[in-house]
């Protein structure tokens, strides 16, 4: 079989794909070992036995549903690469107006601690962009964790990691906290659709109205900053009104919600003046 007759015929199959050609030539070159030049320049090239059987069993698994970022194990995320797997969520593009919003506060040589850190995108991103500042990525999953440090390594960026119940391990205060932390109902029907279904559990369902993480972070924090520290946390497109509410009822100032590209409320936050 050649590249340009599975371009033509597997993309078919897929229905309940958003992108089925684009997910057929993602996994096309990741059986082929070959980039997407490769794909587009060369239709005519035959498929080697071990190639189809390879592309076929990466195929059967996306029409399983399985997430394309965890059949060839990595996703972009601030223009850079990560390492994932079934055991960290898969880094969305909107989360990278949490790394934004973080980077338009951060003091020169400032502490900073991503609260439920996963693969360690946001951790990541910020130690990128400052180097000056300490980053400490914090996770109960020592699964994600691993990867988290894989990814560091990969990088070459330095991070501190501690596996810790939210803040139970942290001794030391920081001048900001970002979290992308668990945040959906636990009777959400979007658990039942499309990538998610694959994703850990643990990564995404806080309690029953998907606030209990997002309340403890808010409580927490305060005890974790320094004095006018800030706490930034990503969270549901309908939960940016209450996040506000917990905010100014925990006494933090400069109380503020971001939209993200596509006009949703995604990451509110703000200072916590007192020691
Ligand atoms: C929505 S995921 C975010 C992962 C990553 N920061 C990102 O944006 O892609 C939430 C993360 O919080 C972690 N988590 C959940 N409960 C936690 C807890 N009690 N203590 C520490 N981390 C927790 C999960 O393991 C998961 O990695």
Redesign the pocket.
């Known amino acids: 079989m050649q590249i340009a007759q599975i371009l033509q015929l597997y993309p078919l199959q897929l229905i309940e794909s958003s992108s089925p050609r684009l997910d057929v030539e993602i996994l096309l070159m990741h059986a082929l070992g070959k980039n997407r030049f490769f794909i587009y320049a060369w239709g005519e090239y035959e498929l080697k036995p071990f190639e189809i059987t390879k592309f076929k069993e990466l195929f059967k698994e996306r029409l399983r549903g399985k997430p394309i970022a965890y059949l060839i194990g990595k996703r972009e995320?601030w223009s850079m690469p990560f390492l994932v797997n079934e055991h960290?969520?898969?880094?969305?593009p909107e989360?990278e107006l949490?790394v934004e919003v973080a980077l338009n506060h951060l003091p020169k040589n400032g502490i900073v601690f991503?609260?439920?850190?996963?693969?360690?995108?946001?951790a990541l991103a910020i130690k990128k962009e400052r180097p000056d500042c300490q980053v400490i990525g914090?996770?109960?999953?020592l699964n994600?964790l691993n990867i988290a440090k894989q990814n560091a390594h990969n990088l070459n960026l330095e991070i501190e990691w501690i596996e810790?119940?939210?803040f139970s391990k942290i001794e030391i205060k920081a001048d900001i906290i970002v979290?992308?932390?668990?945040?959906i109902a636990i009777n959400d029907r979007h658990l039942m659709q499309g990538d998610v279904r694959f994703e850990?559990q643990?990564?995404?369902v806080s309690g029953k109205d998907g606030l209990d993480?997002l309340f403890y972070l808010i409580d927490k924090s305060r005890d974790f900053l320094n004095p006018n520290g800030w706490l930034f946390l990503?969270h549901g497109f309908d939960q940016g009104f209450v996040i506000n509410s917990l905010l100014k009822t925990a006494c933090y100032t400069n109380i503020n919600t971001y939209q993200d590209s596509n006009g949703q409320e995604r990451v509110s936050g703000g200072r916590f003046p007192f020691v």
């Open positions: 995320f960290t969520l898969i880094p969305r989360t949490l991503d609260m439920g850190t996963g693969s360690g995108c946001i914090v996770d109960n999953s994600s810790s119940d939210w979290s992308n932390p668990p945040y850990p643990s990564a995404l993480d990503e």
